[in-house]
């Protein structure tokens, strides 16, 4: 498995809390991205990071935001968590300049939330 | 617009028979094509992939895909599926030229009894 870490694993939270997830990894690759998987809806993009401070919208972005102030890092924040929310978020990696990888995109292990 | 089908959404298996799980494309370009794997509970795993040469490519665990590009396919098959083979398939596309977009197939849960 590629080397990407996501903290913390599981999370419950409250309505209207501020919510951050990290996302790290270790591969040097130069995008960084988080999805959200719910039944019946399958994976859908959040925000995608094309390089440090380089980032853009995906399909579900709104009460979403993200950082990324390092390679390795990319951090996605919930500004005020609503119920509609609560997913199983994955972070991905990927890197279309590396040799023999096809572009092939990684996932992390994923973040359980829950917000009640 | 670009999509991805797969078609079988849910699939019953008794061990050591064979499996094949279709996905179909839509997209103009050259393309990247892969299966991951879910397991319950867990991320999506990738099974293999396809970006150039020999369309029949090998994966992990006994799983092979061919590419038909006339047909816009990936199937996946496995000759002899396993109890442990149960878990979600994803197949997905992207298009080469290094874009981060990913178009991923809304997955085949596949059930192997004992």
């Known amino acids: 498995d590629a080397g990407i870490t996501q903290s913390p694993r599981h999370k419950v939270t409250e309505t209207g809390t501020p919510v951050t997830l990290r996302c790290h990894q270790t591969?040097?690759?130069?995008?960084m991205y988080w999805y959200r998987q719910d039944p019946g809806h399958g994976l859908r993009l959040i925000h995608y990071?094309?390089?440090?401070?380089?980032?853009d919208k995906g399909e579900v972005s709104d009460g979403y935001s993200v950082s990324r102030s390092k390679t390795e890092d990319f951090l996605l924040t919930l500004e005020s968590a609503t119920s509609s929310q609560t997913s199983v978020y994955f972070c991905?990696?990927?890197?279309?300049?590396?040799?023999?990888?096809?572009?092939?995109?990684?996932f992390g292990e994923g973040s359980w939330l829950t917000v009640v | 617009a670009q999509s991805v089908s797969q078609h079988n959404h849910h699939v019953i298996l008794s061990e050591a028979a064979s499996l094949e799980l279709g996905c179909n494309y839509s997209?103009?370009?050259?393309?990247?094509l892969f299966w991951y794997v879910q397991y319950p509970g867990q991320h999506l795993q990738l099974l293999l992939k396809?970006?150039?040469?020999?369309?029949l490519v090998k994966g992990i665990k006994g799983f092979e895909a061919e590419f038909i590009k006339s047909k816009f396919s990936f199937n996946l098959r496995k000759p002899s599926v396993q109890w442990s083979d149960t878990a979600e398939y994803f197949c997905a596309v992207n298009a080469q030229g290094g874009t981060y977009k990913y178009i991923f197939g809304t997955g085949t849960r596949l059930k192997v009894l004992a």
């Open positions: 991905a990696i990927s890197d279309p300049n590396g040799r023999n990888s096809g572009n092939t995109i990684y």
């Open positions: 396809y970006f150039s040469g020999d369309p």
């Open positions: 591969e040097n690759h130069r995008y």
């Open positions: 997209y103009g370009g050259t393309v990247n």
């Open positions: 990071s094309y390089g440090v401070k380089d980032t």
